[in-house]
């Protein structure tokens, strides 16, 4: 996926999960004990962690592209004698 497709889709999911929030604070809402829960215990966290990914995804992505990029390095044969003639002249 490119990564403005990524957030496009970040960003209706972060607009269209935020209208039950103003139907909380604005809205009769309060007063259904179920839809309090789904809010505050499902909505409002997903709209933090997909408002996080906007904000540092590719940080993170960076982080763990760096991460894979640091496994053990294996020199080539090829480069072993090279190293050790240029020692022995």
Do not use: C, N
Request: no cysteine; proline share 7%.
């Amino acid at each position: 996926m490119k990564a403005a497709t990524e957030r496009k889709l970040i960003r209706w999911f972060h607009i269209i999960a935020s209208i039950p929030i103003v139907g909380y604070i604005y809205g009769p809402v309060k007063e259904i004990p179920r839809a309090v829960s789904a809010i505050q215990w499902v909505i409002f966290p997903l709209i933090v962690l997909s408002g996080l990914w906007l904000w540092k995804g590719h940080g993170v992505k960076k982080w763990f592209r760096k991460k894979d990029a640091h496994q053990p390095f294996k020199p080539k044969t090829s480069e072993l004698r090279s190293t050790s003639a240029i020692r022995l002249k």
